[in-house]
Nanobody, 124 residues
Framework: QVQLVESGGGLVQAGGSLRLSCASSGGTFSYYTMVWFRQAPGKEREFVAAVSWSGGNTDSADSVKGRFTISKDNAKNTVYLQMNSLKPEDTAVYYC?????????????????WGQGTQVTVSS
């Protein structure tokens, strides 16, 4: 059973940066495509960024392109989300998820394992 634990959230001013981490245990991390979703109050969970099991293929939402970067360290069993130039509309709970696949998916139902989430709040 794969377990995911997010960290790195917090309160930051607009224009600032945060780096989220998601540590994985219980599976062969290099076999898993990893993703970050986020959910703001009253809104549906939305795709942020994903990285394939090898780390060689990534995808990100248009709303974060050029600002957020996803990366995967198979040696540390950890996926990161570097978030720069943060905006108030980035405020949400950020969730890490995983699926044993080489493909990258952008819909939540494709992912089998989820972390508990970490809150990111961007003040204006």
């Amino acid at each position: 059973q794969v377990q995911l634990v997010e960290s790195g959230g917090g309160l930051v001013q607009a224009g600032g940066s945060l780096r989220l981490s998601c540590a994985s245990s219980g599976g062969t991390f290099s076999y898993y495509t990893m993703v970050w979703f986020r959910q703001a109050p009253g809104k549906e969970r939305e795709f942020v960024a994903a990285v394939s099991w090898s780390g060689g293929n990534t995808d990100s939402a248009d709303s974060v392109k050029g600002r957020f970067t996803i990366s995967k360290d198979n040696a540390k069993n950890t996926v990161y989300l570097q978030m720069n130039s943060l905006k108030p509309e980035d405020t949400a709970v950020y969730y890490c998820a995983a699926v044993r696949s080489s493909a990258v998916f952008t819909t939540p139902r494709r992912y089998d394992y989820w972390g508990q989430g970490t809150q990111v709040t961007v003040s204006s």
